[in-house]
């Protein structure tokens, strides 16, 4: 089974305009998409969409925290989430027009207490379950909560996966995660360095390595992507033809292909195929990439079709 955390879930508004924003006047959309976001959930759905059991957890609160667990059901997405007291689940603006403009907001304070009944349900975790650490946590949360995590579920045996950035990232190394996926971006933020080339990603990847990491997959947009494995050569693939329409969830997709492609028969090269379709699938649709997208994109680095 896979678990994905997501500590600040949120509604996606996304709006579409045809002209460039005008600060101080009214802007009228041509369309409007709601979608449910965060990291972990992004994971999940995709993962549902490739047929994999998953359960989207983390912490939900008030009317839009509501609507995100009734929508995750409705598309088949088993959820365990903390219900909080307080506050509302996040509504992120997302603004379309030519260029990509997002406005993400703060999300609910979590407690010690609600910390202390998430933490109860990792118990139920157990030997070869995968657990996804995806995204930021609120303003009052310590950095050092991914990691505590990592130690809760370090006798089970669990397939941990930190997709985050910083100390967030930096703090569960220790705990030798199965996987991280870093960007090229976060590379070079972790690293304070310039990323000039391959030969850059497979250093600072192996430097991750050095410090407990397992497996390190490295985004880098439409420069495709680099898996450096615990074992075995490195693996470095482009991104598969097609028009980029939408990057929000690229990454998450690519984590639920590599999940979904190394579950099946634990091979690095399949795994890596996978996650790079379903990278691309999300990046050329609307929303996150279908089953069929992904196989489509799947079929097309199957045969070669790279972007030049």
């Known amino acids: 089974m896979v ?15 045809d002209d460039p924003i005008e600060n101080g006047k009214m802007n009228r959309s041509n369309k409007e998409e709601f979608y449910f976001g965060g990291k972990g959930i992004n994971v999940s759905t995709v993962l549902t969409n490739l047929g994999i059991d998953t359960v989207a957890m983390g912490f939900v609160a008030g009317f839009t925290g509501a609507a995100i667990v009734h ?21 992120n603006v997302k603004i379309r027009n030519g260029v990509e403009t997002d406005i993400n907001a703060a999300g609910p304070r979590l407690s010690n207490d609600d910390v202390k009944a998430f933490m109860k349900k990792l118990d139920d975790l157990g030997e070869g379950d995968y657990l996804v650490l995806s995204g930021s946590v609120p303003p009052n949360m310590h950095d050092s909560i991914y990691e505590r995590i990592c130690r809760r579920v370090a006798d089970k045996n669990v397939n941990v996966v930190v997709d985050a950035d ?33 030969k850059d990603v497979e250093k600072y990847a192996r430097k991750l390595q050095d410090q407990g990491a397992r497996n390190v997959l490295v985004s880098m ?24 329409i939408n990057t929000v969830g690229s990454g998450d997709s690519m984590v639920a292909g590599f999940l979904a492609g190394y579950m099946k028969n634990g091979d690095m090269q399949k795994a890596m195929n996978l996650a790079t379709a379903a990278g691309a699938a999300t990046a050329y649709s609307e929303g996150l990439g279908e089953k069929s997208t992904i196989m489509m994109q799947l079929e097309k680095i199957n045969n070669g079709l790279w972007m030049k």
Request: hydrophobic share 40%; charged share 25%; proline share 5%.
């Open 3 to 17: 678990y994905t955390v997501t500590f600040n879930p949120a509604l996606d508004y996304v709006v579409h305009l």
């Open 71 to 91: 929508g995750l059901s409705h598309k088949g997405i088993r959820t365990d989430f903390i219900i909080l007291r307080q506050g509302i689940s996040r509504i």
């Open 166 to 198: 910083g100390d967030l990232l930096m703090n569960t190394l220790q705990m030798n995660p199965f996987l991280i996926k870093p960007n090229k971006s976060e590379l070079e933020s972790l690293f304070k360095a310039k990323i000039k080339n391959d």
């Open 221 to 244: 947009g439409e420069e495709g992507s680099m898996l450096v494995p615990e074992e075995g050569k490195v693996i470095r693939l482009g991104v598969p033809e097609g028009k980029m």
